[in-house]
Structure formats: structure tokens, C-alpha cells
């Protein structure tokens, strides 16, 4: 079964609304998560780490004050988009490493797709 | 700086025969591992196959195996007796070394398989 549950799955709404979507690790505590934006065809682009306690990590061109990250606890990341607008139209999907070893592959949420009107 | 690439856009292939998917990535790091994940059309990303920078034999999950050269910096998933259902997005993705946990995906191959 899953273990990342990620929510909502679709969300679809208005111009200037902020949209926010949550990340959950069910059975395992993840200090660290990572959000990632798809669109169509093609691959995932890594927006920004999550970390238990402290401020996310962004990669260079994602702006943070427009995709606000919180990772309150140690199964909980969210992902708000403020004021969206129809350009922030995309797949976001969420993923969480089970264990510190880095040969173990990450768990992924089911994704959530986001329309803006 | 790490670095992923697939060059095929797309690939078919007949049911039952055998496909090989490239991967090339561009690391300094000695310590590394890399990823084969398959996205379908629904959009769940689902893990196919590890491989340790340091393993000395290439992984093999099932149909799923990797061709590793290291020399030549390629992972190159090949599939097996392909099935309808193997039709999907693949993705090559590296994770470590100066990257820590962060993962880093290729561009992506889409797989047609013909019946």
C-alpha cells in the first residue's frame, strides 16, 4: 500500500486563490521531503527540500514566496501556492526518503494536478 | 554539478520482445546510486530498479535489469518480454554524492508497446 499519501489529488480554482497541498509519510518519520513540479510530457523538476524544523531548501529559480513549504512535523510537508495564477498550472508531486540510506529509492504521493482558471 | 540524460523521446517495441532504454549522468562524486522509476498515465511514479555506484554486479529486479558501465557513465534499463502493460514514461534519476538525498530525474523515454 502507499506509503506517501498526498492531498488533494485534483484541485481546480480561481485565479489569485491559494491552493495548498499536503504530503504525509503513513508509516515512517521523514526529516526531509522533496516537491517536484511536472508538466506535460515531461520530466520532474525538483522544487525545493523540505526539512523537519527549519526552512526549506529551494533550487535556484523557484520562487519561494510564491510556493510556500512547511514541514511541521515529522510526517507532514505542505505546499502552498499563493495568489495562483493559470501558470502555476501543473502536476506537483511529493516524495520522502524512507531511511538515511541512499540506496533505498524515495516513496511518491499520487500527485496532485492543479488547474487554475 | 550532477546531471541525467535520456536521449530516445520515444520508444516502441513489439509484446514479448526484449527493449533497452538509455541513461547517461554526469557526476564528480565517487558515491552515487541510480533510479529506474515508470510513470504511467495515471501519474504514480513506481520504482523499478537500484543500482549502488560500488556494486560490482548490475541489478536485477524480475523482467527489469540494468546494464551498468561505469566507465562510460551509463545505466541502461532493458526490459524483457515486454507486456501491454510495460507502455508507460520511464525516468533515469541519480541520487548522492554532493546531491545528499535530493534526486534528480532524466528527461524521461515514453515506452509503446505493440501487440
Known amino acids: 500500500g502507499a506509503v506517501v499519501s498526498q492531498h488533494p489529488s485534483w484541485v481546480i480554482c480561481k485565479s489569485g486563490t491559494s491552493v495548498k497541498i499536503e504530503c504525509r509519510s503513513l508509516d515512517f518519520q521523514a526529516t526531509t521531503m522533496f516537491w517536484y513540479r511536472q508538466f506535460p510530457k515531461q520530466s520532474l523538476m525538483l522544487m525545493a527540500t523540505s526539512n523537519e524544523g527549519s526552512k526549506a531548501t529551494y533550487e535556484q529559480g523557484v520562487e519561494k514566496d510564491k510556493f510556500l513549504i512547511n514541514h511541521a512535523s515529522l510526517t507532514l510537508s505542505t505546499l502552498t501556492v499563493t495568489s495562483a495564477h493559470p501558470e502555476d498550472s501543473s502536476f506537483y508531486i511529493c516524495?520522502?526518503?524512507?531511511?538515511?540510506?541512499?540506496?533505498?529509492?524515495?516513496?511518491f504521493g499520487d500527485g496532485t494536478r492543479l488547474s487554475i482558471l | 554539478a550532477q546531471k541525467i540524460t535520456q536521449t530516445q523521446p520515444g520508444m516502441f517495441v513489439q509484446e514479448k520482445e526484449a527493449v533497452t532504454l538509455d541513461c547517461t549522468y554526469d557526476t564528480s562524486d565517487p558515491s552515487y546510486g541510480l533510479f529506474w522509476y515508470k510513470q504511467p498515465s495515471s501519474g504514480e511514479m513506481i520504482f523499478l530498479i537500484y543500482?549502488?555506484?560500488?556494486?560490482?554486479q548490475n541489478a536485477t529486479e524480475g523482467r527489469y535489469s540494468l546494464n551498468f558501465q561505469k566507465a562510460r557513465k551509463s545505466a541502461n534499463l532493458v526490459i524483457s518480454a515486454s507486456q501491454l502493460g510495460d507502455s508507460a514514461m520511464y525516468f533515469c534519476a541519480m541520487r548522492g554524492g554532493t546531491g545528499g538525498f535530493k534526486t534528480i530525474f532524466g528527461a524521461g523515454t515514453r515506452l509503446f508497446v505493440k501487440a
Open positions: 516524495s520522502a526518503p524512507r531511511s538515511g540510506y541512499s540506496n533505498q529509492p524515495q516513496h
Open positions: 543500482q549502488g555506484s560500488y556494486d560490482q
